[in-house]
């Protein structure tokens, strides 16, 4: 891939959690021929960050962490790009040579993969990566919101769209809220048409996903009740969950006959016990999903011209990186965590 993260970078150096996060001047190489250097004005902090910081992801220090990123081209190989152009990074990468890359299939890529854990990321001065991995930056966007959408919205995106199929008019609930993709979802749901409910362990968070767009928010524990009421027991259509282990049980209880269950992760944890009747005799769709395509991202940011925005929880300077990972660790945003790398 030829991808090259130059400049002062937040490295994964050691499994110490937050800390074994450090900076380090990474070396500045010569423009490789079809790829732009961009100048980073701000990276995206997600989960898997934090994952890796703690070992928990097979990947062998030192890596620079930070799938998400926005900022200025510095220097250009790529006919369709300039010094000057204000940019996002497509935050997945693939081989864009195979069969599934030819028919715009990418997340079937053998190669596929996502900045910042199978390769360098975006939290550094200076990121050189492909020319097709640049987009134009929504103009309504800062640079921190910028650096807040793409991995988050991406995800979200083609679960409820190419996954999902939701419907204008359909009920989704979103499992965990507070989560940048939970966020996502939300902002997503309520673009489409949909009646989205959402959970959090936290009041607080339910507050905040209701002023962001969800139509009601409860407590996820036990959330199939909740449902059962505000839908006169006839319970979702669509359930976006990415917690996975802690609420699968409650999501069977809580989706309607012939409903949609979509996931993309297991933050409780990554083994999980169904109660098969549940799922076949609800004629339920199990769905599994993770990041997406560039046709699916062209169409996040269409979306976003239009008016949807993401959110931003916090901004730290990338010296205060390790601040970032504990206040992510600490599990109380409510959104994306941003690392500014450049006024």
Request: hydrophobic share 40%.
């Amino acid at each position: 891939m030829g991808i090259s993260s130059e400049g002062l970078s937040a490295e994964y150096q050691e499994p110490l959690g937050p800390a074994g996060v450090r900076l380090r001047e990474r070396p500045r190489l010569p423009l490789q021929e079809g790829h732009v250097a961009v100048a980073i004005k701000a990276a995206g902090l997600n989960h898997l960050d934090l994952w890796m910081a703690h070992g928990q992801q097979r990947i062998d220090p030192p890596r620079v962490i930070c799938a998400d990123g926005a900022g200025v081209v510095e220097e250009s190989n790529d006919p369709r790009w300039e010094p000057g152009d204000e940019v996002v990074l497509l935050p997945t990468i693939s081989d864009g040579t195979c069969e599934f890359c030819q028919a715009g299939q990418e997340v079937y890529c053998p190669n596929f993969g996502i900045l910042g854990e199978h390769t360098d990321g975006t939290a550094c001065q200076r990121l050189q990566v492909p020319g097709r991995m640049v987009y134009k930056k929504p103009a309504g966007l800062s640079w921190e919101e910028a650096a807040a959408f793409p991995l988050t919205f991406l995800t979200a995106y083609r679960m409820l769209t190419t996954r999902a199929h939701l419907q204008t008019g359909e009920t989704l609930l979103v499992v965990g809220a507070g989560a940048g993709v939970g966020v996502a979802a939300i902002r997503i749901g309520k673009f489409l048409g949909a009646k989205v409910y959402a959970t959090s362990r936290s009041e607080a968070k339910q507050e905040q996903a209701r002023k962001i767009g969800a139509d009601e928010a409860f407590a996820t524990e036990g959330l199939a009740n909740p449902v059962r009421e505000l839908t006169g027991k006839r319970g979702v259509d669509v359930i976006f969950d990415s917690v996975g282990a802690a609420t699968i049980d409650e999501d069977l209880k809580a989706v309607r006959m012939g409903g949609r269950i979509v996931t993309c992760g297991s933050t409780s944890g990554p083994k999980v016990t169904i109660l098969w009747p549940r799922l076949f005799f609800r004629h339920a769709d199990l769905l599994g999903s993770t990041m997406g395509n560039s046709s699916e991202f062209e169409s996040v940011l269409e979306m976003i011209e239009q008016g949807v925005k993401p959110v931003v929880d916090r901004t730290y300077p990338l010296a205060d990186v390790e601040a970032a990972l504990a206040h992510l660790d600490a599990g109380e945003q409510f959104g994306k965590v941003i690392l500014r790398v450049s006024d």
